[in-house]
Protein backbone atom coordinates (compact mmCIF):
# COMPACT_ATOMS: atom_id res chain seq x y z
CA UNK A 1 0.00 0.00 0.00
CA UNK A 2 1.46 3.14 -1.30
CA UNK A 3 1.49 5.66 1.60
CA UNK A 4 0.28 9.43 1.51
CA UNK A 5 3.05 11.55 1.54
CA UNK A 6 3.34 13.91 4.37
CA UNK A 7 1.66 17.83 4.02
CA UNK A 8 4.19 20.00 2.86
CA UNK A 9 4.49 23.84 4.34
CA UNK A 10 6.44 26.89 2.84
CA UNK A 11 8.26 28.89 5.95
CA UNK A 12 8.81 32.16 4.81
CA UNK A 13 11.59 34.43 6.69
CA UNK A 14 12.43 37.82 6.48
CA UNK A 15 15.32 37.97 9.27
CA UNK A 16 17.95 36.01 10.98
CA UNK A 17 16.27 36.40 14.54
CA UNK A 18 12.41 35.99 13.48
CA UNK A 19 11.95 32.26 14.01
CA UNK A 20 8.71 30.77 14.19
CA UNK A 21 9.78 29.88 18.04
CA UNK A 22 6.81 27.48 19.27
CA UNK A 23 5.37 27.60 15.81
CA UNK A 24 8.36 25.84 14.38
CA UNK A 25 8.35 23.66 17.49
CA UNK A 26 4.86 22.16 16.85
CA UNK A 27 6.00 21.77 12.63
CA UNK A 28 9.14 19.63 14.00
CA UNK A 29 6.68 17.41 15.76
CA UNK A 30 4.55 16.93 13.23
CA UNK A 31 7.12 15.48 11.00
CA UNK A 32 5.46 17.68 8.34
CA UNK A 33 8.33 18.55 4.97
CA UNK A 34 8.84 22.48 5.71
CA UNK A 35 10.56 24.00 2.94
CA UNK A 36 12.34 27.21 4.43
CA UNK A 37 13.12 30.50 2.42
CA UNK A 38 15.13 33.19 3.81
CA UNK A 39 14.02 36.13 1.78
CA UNK A 40 16.36 38.51 3.25
CA UNK A 41 19.35 36.31 2.02
CA UNK A 42 18.11 36.20 -1.27
CA UNK A 43 16.05 32.99 -1.71
CA UNK A 44 13.64 32.61 -4.79
CA UNK A 45 10.25 31.75 -4.12
CA UNK A 46 9.22 28.73 -6.12
CA UNK A 47 5.92 27.77 -7.45
CA UNK A 48 3.33 27.25 -4.68
CA UNK A 49 1.60 24.49 -6.64
CA UNK A 50 3.19 21.46 -4.13
CA UNK A 51 2.79 23.29 -1.53
CA UNK A 52 -0.19 22.51 1.23
CA UNK A 53 -0.01 25.35 3.61
CA UNK A 54 1.85 28.92 3.58
CA UNK A 55 3.56 30.56 7.28
CA UNK A 56 4.57 33.45 7.00
CA UNK A 57 6.99 35.19 9.95
CA UNK A 58 7.77 38.82 11.02
CA UNK A 59 10.78 41.53 10.07
CA UNK A 60 12.01 44.57 10.08
CA UNK A 61 10.91 46.61 7.40
CA UNK A 62 7.25 47.79 6.50
CA UNK A 63 5.30 46.10 3.90
CA UNK A 64 5.59 48.66 1.23
CA UNK A 65 9.33 49.08 1.62
CA UNK A 66 9.51 47.07 -1.60
CA UNK A 67 11.59 50.05 -3.04
CA UNK A 68 14.60 48.53 -0.28
CA UNK A 69 13.36 44.71 -0.57
CA UNK A 70 12.63 44.17 -3.97
CA UNK A 71 11.59 40.91 -2.71
CA UNK A 72 8.44 42.09 -0.96
CA UNK A 73 6.99 42.26 -4.43
CA UNK A 74 6.93 38.59 -5.17
CA UNK A 75 6.24 37.51 -1.78
CA UNK A 76 2.80 39.60 -2.00
CA UNK A 77 1.96 38.18 -5.44
CA UNK A 78 2.70 34.88 -4.27
CA UNK A 79 0.72 35.43 -1.07
CA UNK A 80 -2.50 36.65 -3.28
CA UNK A 81 -2.27 33.88 -5.65
CA UNK A 82 -2.09 31.55 -2.94
CA UNK A 83 -5.04 32.41 -1.16
CA UNK A 84 -7.32 32.61 -4.26
CA UNK A 85 -6.05 29.02 -5.05
CA UNK A 86 -7.40 27.82 -1.76
CA UNK A 87 -4.00 27.47 0.03
CA UNK A 88 -3.81 27.92 3.74
CA UNK A 89 -1.80 30.62 4.92
CA UNK A 90 -0.58 31.87 8.73
CA UNK A 91 1.13 35.52 8.80
CA UNK A 92 2.19 36.72 11.75
CA UNK A 93 2.90 40.80 12.14
CA UNK A 94 4.55 41.51 9.09
CA UNK A 95 3.42 38.53 8.00
CA UNK A 96 -0.14 39.44 8.78
CA UNK A 97 0.60 42.55 6.71
CA UNK A 98 1.63 41.23 3.75
CA UNK A 99 -1.33 39.09 3.78
CA UNK A 100 -3.23 42.23 3.64
CA UNK A 101 -1.65 44.05 1.28
CA UNK A 102 -1.63 41.08 -0.78
CA UNK A 103 -5.40 40.64 -1.66
CA UNK A 104 -5.93 45.01 -1.21
CA UNK A 105 -5.45 45.73 2.41
CA UNK A 106 -3.86 49.06 2.86
CA UNK A 107 -0.47 49.43 5.06
CA UNK A 108 -0.47 52.28 7.18
CA UNK A 109 1.37 53.41 10.78
CA UNK A 110 -0.20 52.43 13.86
CA UNK A 111 -1.85 55.13 16.17
CA UNK A 112 1.21 54.23 18.03
CA UNK A 113 3.62 51.75 18.19
CA UNK A 114 3.00 48.33 20.52
CA UNK A 115 5.40 46.58 22.31
CA UNK A 116 5.21 43.62 24.94
CA UNK A 117 2.08 42.12 26.38
CA UNK A 118 -0.95 43.61 26.25
CA UNK A 119 -4.52 42.10 25.85
CA UNK A 120 -6.81 41.77 22.71
CA UNK A 121 -10.15 40.60 22.38
CA UNK A 122 -12.37 38.47 20.23
CA UNK A 123 -14.66 39.68 18.12
CA UNK A 124 -18.49 38.59 17.64
CA UNK A 125 -17.18 36.66 14.60
CA UNK A 126 -14.62 34.95 16.26
CA UNK A 127 -17.23 32.68 18.42
CA UNK A 128 -17.73 30.76 14.87
CA UNK A 129 -14.19 30.80 13.77
CA UNK A 130 -12.55 26.89 13.60
CA UNK A 131 -8.85 28.87 14.80
CA UNK A 132 -10.46 31.53 17.71
CA UNK A 133 -13.72 30.50 18.70
CA UNK A 134 -12.52 29.83 22.14
CA UNK A 135 -10.47 32.97 22.79
CA UNK A 136 -10.98 34.68 25.82
CA UNK A 137 -11.62 37.90 26.64
CA UNK A 138 -8.47 40.41 27.68
CA UNK A 139 -6.03 37.69 26.70
CA UNK A 140 -2.61 38.90 26.84
CA UNK A 141 -0.31 38.57 23.87
CA UNK A 142 3.25 39.74 22.60
CA UNK A 143 3.46 42.64 20.29
CA UNK A 144 5.93 44.55 18.81
CA UNK A 145 4.93 46.49 15.85
CA UNK A 146 5.04 49.85 14.68
CA UNK A 147 2.41 49.38 11.39
CA UNK A 148 -1.04 48.28 10.83
CA UNK A 149 -3.16 47.61 8.26
CA UNK A 150 -6.68 48.15 6.54
CA UNK A 151 -8.51 44.91 6.33
CA UNK A 152 -8.84 43.20 2.41
CA UNK A 153 -12.32 43.23 1.44
CA UNK A 154 -14.05 40.17 2.27
CA UNK A 155 -11.93 40.06 5.23
CA UNK A 156 -13.59 38.89 8.90
CA UNK A 157 -11.84 40.58 12.05
CA UNK A 158 -11.27 37.97 14.64
CA UNK A 159 -9.09 39.73 18.00
CA UNK A 160 -9.04 43.63 18.29
CA UNK A 161 -7.90 46.00 20.93
CA UNK A 162 -7.73 49.57 21.86
CA UNK A 163 -4.78 51.15 20.50
CA UNK A 164 -4.71 48.97 17.09
CA UNK A 165 -7.37 47.93 15.93
CA UNK A 166 -6.77 44.77 13.33
CA UNK A 167 -5.25 42.31 15.63
CA UNK A 168 -5.87 39.06 13.87
CA UNK A 169 -8.20 38.48 10.72
CA UNK A 170 -9.57 35.71 8.35
CA UNK A 171 -9.81 35.67 4.54
CA UNK A 172 -11.82 32.23 2.62
CA UNK A 173 -12.24 30.18 5.13
CA UNK A 174 -8.25 29.15 5.08
CA UNK A 175 -6.26 32.07 5.17
CA UNK A 176 -5.17 34.06 8.69
CA UNK A 177 -3.09 36.89 9.89
CA UNK A 178 -2.18 37.95 13.39
CA UNK A 179 -0.65 40.83 14.50
CA UNK A 180 0.62 39.71 17.64
CA UNK A 181 3.30 37.21 18.30
CA UNK A 182 1.67 33.92 20.26
CA UNK A 183 4.91 32.39 18.87
CA UNK A 184 7.75 33.96 21.21
CA UNK A 185 9.53 32.36 24.07
CA UNK A 186 11.99 33.54 26.30
CA UNK A 187 14.74 32.36 24.78
CA UNK A 188 13.95 33.98 21.15
CA UNK A 189 12.98 37.00 22.76
CA UNK A 190 16.79 36.74 24.01
CA UNK A 191 17.81 36.15 20.28
CA UNK A 192 15.94 38.91 19.43
CA UNK A 193 17.49 41.48 22.22
CA UNK A 194 21.02 40.27 20.90
CA UNK A 195 20.15 42.13 17.50
CA UNK A 196 21.59 45.93 18.34
CA UNK A 197 18.56 47.44 16.00
CA UNK A 198 16.22 45.81 17.66
CA UNK A 199 17.32 46.58 21.38
CA UNK A 200 17.77 50.46 20.05
CA UNK A 201 14.34 50.39 18.84
CA UNK A 202 12.66 49.28 21.97
CA UNK A 203 14.82 51.37 24.10
CA UNK A 204 13.98 54.16 22.13
CA UNK A 205 10.31 53.48 22.09
CA UNK A 206 9.79 52.85 25.70
CA UNK A 207 13.00 53.26 27.96
CA UNK A 208 16.14 51.58 28.81
CA UNK A 209 14.88 49.55 31.04
CA UNK A 210 12.86 48.22 28.67
CA UNK A 211 14.59 44.97 27.39
CA UNK A 212 14.77 43.46 30.89
CA UNK A 213 11.23 44.43 32.12
CA UNK A 214 9.88 42.87 29.06
CA UNK A 215 11.89 40.15 29.49
CA UNK A 216 10.85 39.28 32.79
CA UNK A 217 7.12 39.85 32.03
CA UNK A 218 7.55 37.49 29.05
CA UNK A 219 9.12 34.47 31.50
CA UNK A 220 6.05 35.22 33.23
CA UNK A 221 3.57 34.75 30.69
CA UNK A 222 5.39 31.79 28.84
CA UNK A 223 2.74 29.24 29.72
CA UNK A 224 -0.26 30.60 28.65
CA UNK A 225 1.56 31.90 24.89
CA UNK A 226 2.57 28.24 24.77
CA UNK A 227 -0.56 27.08 25.30
CA UNK A 228 -2.43 30.17 23.16
CA UNK A 229 0.10 29.48 20.03
CA UNK A 230 -0.48 25.79 20.36
CA UNK A 231 -4.30 25.75 20.12
CA UNK A 232 -4.54 28.67 17.51
CA UNK A 233 -1.48 26.78 14.81
CA UNK A 234 -2.32 22.86 15.67
CA UNK A 235 -5.81 24.18 14.52
CA UNK A 236 -4.26 25.94 11.59
CA UNK A 237 -2.50 22.18 10.94
CA UNK A 238 -5.78 20.46 10.73
CA UNK A 239 -6.98 23.05 8.48
CA UNK A 240 -4.44 21.80 6.15
CA UNK A 241 -4.90 18.52 6.80
CA UNK A 242 -8.27 18.88 5.80
CA UNK A 243 -7.70 21.19 2.65
CA UNK A 244 -5.04 18.94 1.21
Not at 56 to 62: C, E, F
Not at 172 to 193: M, N, S
Amino acid sequence: MNRTPQPHVLLLLHAGWELPGIYGEILTETGWQVSTRALYLGAELDDIAEVDGIVVMGGPMSADDAAAYPWLITEKLLLGNAVRAGTPVFGVCLGAQLLAASLGGRIHRAARPEFGLSQVWPTADAAADPLFFDLAPATAVFHWHGDSFELPPGATLLATSEPVRHQAFRVAEHAYGLQFHAELTPALFDRWLTEQSCRAELISALDSDAPDRLATELDAAEQQLRELATRLFSRWLRLVEATR
